[in-house]
């Protein structure tokens, strides 16, 4: 694009200051009005994290008790901190839950004051998308803000790091058609010529050179759908909340097609609320920002979150990748409120359509998550910033250890003579004396993984039907529970592989490997079966050594669901990406959203005009 037709696509400017953060330095916004005290999420977080550490020392104290029969070891007592450590994470899960059940039975008082109408702007950051997409989302958000009573003003922004000059005409074009339609000022344009720092850089210029000519910014990633519902309750409640300077939605998936995605939805949409739910509760004040589908004060995030760059340990100083929990760490510190609040129903996004394209945006999220580890001690940052960090972090961490205690498991074997690893004796004073796994203990220990892994699930499908959800929103009961089943099969599935996935994508991280910025897959998610066996090699060989391990009676058999999920995880990374519309329905889907609807309008008219096809009707 030259510049002439850049300036041509773009307002006037208005140039905010943006300085990027001194993070070894606490920092105030002078402008912010403050925190309150926020006593109930107070009570909350006791109500959430004591049952956890509870149930966490209480299964130590099992292990350990059980351990002691012999004299408890270093490796033993090392052996029990592990299994803690995973524990927690899945019993915090667990309470969050609960607490989210509770709360979604009970009424919540809302923000009623009056709300100054703001000038917001819609900023839709995209990078080699697909622009009838983009431009649909654009233009149905549009259309449905137009049709609500509102006293506040909205204008979209697409801002383009695109580099392919087919792609880039086409987005122009796109523009132009929608320009041509929609009221004089109600969209603009804007790709740049140099890339520079990703999303983080593409926003970051905007807020420097157009952020002083609105009041909020609703964020938005490529693939975001908001009804004007939704945006007008999110920019009422930053009008009405002075102290606010992030409020973060709960985007639901919609759109799935195949059978991995369509997986990730129903999960989404069933378990996914009560969960939100009790995270809104806990973290009150001190919320999180997901990068996406949230409304931000301009002035407090121009002022407070402008990111530098983080020191490497070796080569030049690295860019921040997961932008989002360092920006609401920083309005935190600034003395600005985060809030999150998933009750406001009409906010959406897409999944990826199969296993390996999952995969492949995971080990991008893995590597921004683990680079917050080195953020810990940012100073001034609220505990409970530095927690939403910390958690960011753990959640990849956590599949490395489980790794572990499962090899340990499968290395302990079924009984005393019939062990990969060697007992403490006087032949052998080198090596641990594990205790016994006896048939029972196995039993005992699959119970318990699988138990508090589908805990939640159940619990939270259980609460949406008791609060309210009528099952005919839900395909009707007998579809409903058959859902659930196939769900609940699908991601025991499919867990093993993303363990060891995960696994590898975390010490890629810590090995250093340079990673490239690819576009998100958002359709298709084909792959041939050399590419399939060449991406899930390792999955393929544990498979095989655990079930070489069964075989000579080695291996307790109770590890015959990891070893079947691992021994085919080609062929289930195959079926991963099989079309299958209309199973696993959702509220979403069976009560279709007025904005989805009018956003497969626009896609459908914006590609022929585009490219002369159509769309596949869903």
Not at 83 to 100: D, K, P, Q, R, Y
Not at 170 to 196: H, K, M, V
Request: proline share 6%.
């Amino acid at each position: 694009m030259t510049d002439a037709r850049l300036s041509a696509s773009m307002p006037a400017a208005a140039a905010l200051a943006h300085p990027r953060q001194n993070l070894r330095a606490g920092f105030r916004d002078a402008a912010a009005p403050g925190v309150r005290r926020d006593l109930p999420a107070l009570i909350w977080r006791a109500a959430v994290f004591t049952p956890a550490a509870l149930a966490t020392a209480a299964l130590l104290w099992g292990f350990l008790a059980w351990f002691a029969t012999d004299g408890t070891t270093w490796a033993e007592a090392s052996l029990a901190c592990l299994i803690g450590v995973g524990f927690f994470w899945i019993a915090l899960t667990f309470a969050t839950v609960l607490g989210g059940v509770l709360s979604m039975t009970r009424s919540h008082p809302r923000d009623t004051g009056p709300a100054r109408p703001l000038d917001t702007a819609l900023l839709m950051p995209i990078y080699e998308e697909a622009p009838w997409d983009v431009f649909g989302n654009a233009a149905a958000m549009l259309e449905t803000l137009a049709q609500c009573r509102s006293a506040h003003r909205f204008t979209l922004y697409i801002l383009s790091d695109t580099r392919d000059p087919t792609r880039a005409a086409q987005e122009e074009a796109a523009y132009d058609a929608l320009r041509a339609r929609l009221p004089e000022g109600a969209i603009w344009y804007r790709r740049r010529t140099e890339n520079i720092d990703r999303k983080v850089g593409n926003l970051a210029q905007w807020v420097e050179t157009w952020g002083g000519r609105h009041d909020a910014m609703l964020v938005l990633d490529a693939d975001s759908l908001m009804s004007g519902h939704a945006i007008g309750a999110l920019t009422d409640a930053l009008a009405r909340d002075p102290s606010a300077g992030l409020i973060q939605s709960f985007p639901q998936l919609i759109g799935a097609q195949t059978l991995f995605a369509r997986s990730q939805q129903f999960a989404n949409a069933i378990y996914g609320v009560a969960l939100a739910e009790g995270l809104a509760r806990w973290t009150g004040r001190e919320g999180n920002y997901w990068g996406h589908n949230a409304i931000i004060r301009i002035a407090a995030f121009a002022s407070s979150a402008g990111l530098p760059r983080m020191r490497a340990l070796r080569g030049p100083d690295q860019l921040i990748l997961s932008h989002d929990f360092v920006e609401a760490g920083l309005l935190r510190r600034a003395g600005w409120s985060v809030r999150f609040l998933p009750r406001v129903q009409g906010s959406y996004e897409e999944t990826p359509p199969s296993l390996i394209d999952h995969v492949l945006r995971d080990r991008r999220w893995c590597r921004g998550n683990l680079q917050h580890l080195g953020l810990l001690g940012t100073r001034g940052f609220h505990a409970l910033s530095r927690f939403h960090l910390f958690h960011g972090a753990v959640g990849y961490l956590l599949s490395p250890l489980w790794f572990l205690l499962l090899t340990l498991w499968a290395a302990i074997g079924v009984s005393a003579d019939r062990s990969v690893i060697n007992y403490f004796s006087p032949e052998n004073p080198t090596l641990p004396n594990w205790p016994e796994m006896s048939p029972v203990n196995h039993v005992w220990l699959m119970l318990v993984l699988y138990g508090l892994l589908l805990a939640p699930k159940l619990v939270g499908a259980l609460a949406l039907v008791a609060t309210g959800t009528p099952l005919s929103r839900l395909g009707g009961a007998g579809r409903f529970a058959l859902s659930l089943l196939v769900e609940i099969a699908l991601s025991v599935a499919y867990a093993p592989i993303l363990m060891v996935q995960q696994t590898r994508a975390v010490l890629a991280t810590f090995a250093g490997r340079k990673m490239d910025w690819t576009p998100q897959v958002r359709h298709g998610g084909r792959y041939g079966w050399t590419a399939l066996a060449r991406f899930h090699a390792v999955e393929t060989v544990l498979g095989l050594l655990l079930i070489s391990g069964m075989v000579t009676g080695f291996v307790s058999v109770w590890l015959a669901p990891i070893m079947a999920s691992l021994l085919l995880s080609i062929p289930l990374s195959r079926l991963s990406s099989l079309p299958l519309p209309g199973t696993m329905a959702t509220p979403q889907e069976v009560r279709r959203p007025l904005v989805a609807a009018k956003a497969d309008r626009w896609r459908q008219e914006l590609r022929e005009l585009l490219t002369g096809t159509t769309l596949p009707a869903e």
